[in-house]
């Protein structure tokens, strides 16, 4: 992530910023117009982009079709009982076959002790989804804020300017406030932009949080088939739509 961060300030500082009239000129030209206070904000899109970079790909590799693997457990009870069941979740990613392998890991204690397993082991499970949205939480806060903060200070040193001009031109104190605001104006894009991923981050952990608790219940469904002797693939309940598939 250090590395990411320094080649970006890098990059940034390498491109042309002047002539060309390219968006990507006139960007980083509004950028050093604004003076030191765009840095922070820029340090606050940099990282916020980090982290929900990374918890995008984390989420993508948790997430899988419940549905087959729903299906493949119930084959594995039918065929090789628990054990077989225990060695299938252990072969498969993600926090729904996690939560899996933890109720099993309890069936021979009973179906309560199989419940507490899952509800608590799905709590942290839980707890791993939404590692990381907090700081991506502050980011978004923060970054207005700075920007804010870098305004009220520009106009502060554009009416010191005035003051010492000792006359009060329209391009004196136009100029200062255009300066002034592209702080704000850049913390508020910032803000936006992180938004949307954390919107996206948090839509995911929502659905894999409700396939694995509907796939928890089935679950336990399965278990007491199970002991009473009948054939679990064969009770199958199909996960709706909006829950379990992909």
């Not at 700075?146 to 300017?161: E, N, P, R």
């Amino acid at each position: 992530m250090v590395i990411l961060n320094k080649l970006t300030v890098t990059l940034l500082l390498m491109l042309p910023q002047q002539g060309g009239g390219s968006p990507i000129n006139a960007l980083v030209e509004r950028f050093n117009e604004g003076g030191g206070w765009m840095w922070p904000v820029l340090i606050c899109l940099i990282i916020g982009l980090a982290i929900a970079f990374e918890r995008i790909i984390s989420l993508n590799r948790a997430d899988i079709n419940t549905r087959e693997f729903l299906q493949r457990v119930r084959v594995a009870l039918d065929e090789g009982g628990i054990p077989a069941a225990e060695e299938e979740c252990a072969n498969t990613r993600g926090p729904v076959a996690s939560v899996f392998q933890a109720g099993l890991l309890r069936a021979d204690e009973g179906i309560e002790a199989v419940e507490k397993a899952v509800v608590s082991y799905g709590s942290i499970e839980m707890s791993f989804l939404e590692r990381g949205l907090v700081w991506l939480s502050l980011f978004i806060s923060v970054a207005p804020m700075l920007g804010f903060l870098g305004t009220v200070i520009g106009m502060i040193q554009a009416f010191d300017a005035i003051e010492n001009a000792g006359d009060i031109s329209p391009r004196l104190v136009a100029g200062g406030i255009k300066v002034a605001l592209l702080t704000t104006a850049f913390g508020l894009i910032v803000a936006v932009i992180l938004q949307f991923f954390y919107n996206y981050a948090v839509s995911k952990i929502d659905r894999i949080v409700a396939e694995m608790e509907d796939a928890s219940i089935e679950l336990i469904d399965a278990l007491v088939l199970l002991r009473e002797g009948r054939k679990v693939s064969g009770e199958e309940k199909a996960i709706p739509e909006n829950v379990g598939g992909k």
